[in-house]
């Protein structure tokens, strides 16, 4: 689990030192945060973390932050992003945790 929250403090780097709009910069981090505090979560089994949300997941989530950070958010690419965040926090925070 360390290394899904080292993947989120990066992702966070990341998105700091872009120059996307402020407004989605915000809309970006608090879902990051959100996600870091859900790994935080006591009842979060490692299953949990290395089944949909393992570190590939976070990894993929990583790659897809540095082309929107490099590259500016064209188009779809943020709306991709945050779509691909709240599946993560949805698996995370979801109904798997209460099994």
């Known amino acids: 689990m360390d290394?899904?929250?080292?993947i989120i403090n990066q992702c966070l780097q990341l998105l700091k030192q872009s120059d996307l709009p402020t407004i989605k910069k915000l809309r970006v981090e608090i879902q990051l945060i959100q996600m870091k505090r859900?790994?935080?979560?006591?009842?979060?089994?490692?299953?949990?973390?290395?089944?949909a949300c393992g570190e590939d997941v976070f990894e993929g989530l990583l790659n897809q932050m540095r082309r929107i950070c490099g590259e500016g958010s064209q188009g779809d690419a943020l709306t991709d992003l945050m779509e691909r965040i709240g599946g993560m926090l949805t698996v995370l925070g979801g109904e798997h945790a209460h099994h």
């Open 38 to 51: 859900l790994l935080l979560n006591d009842r979060l089994t490692n299953d949990m973390v290395t089944g």
């Open 3 to 6: 290394q899904q929250y080292c």
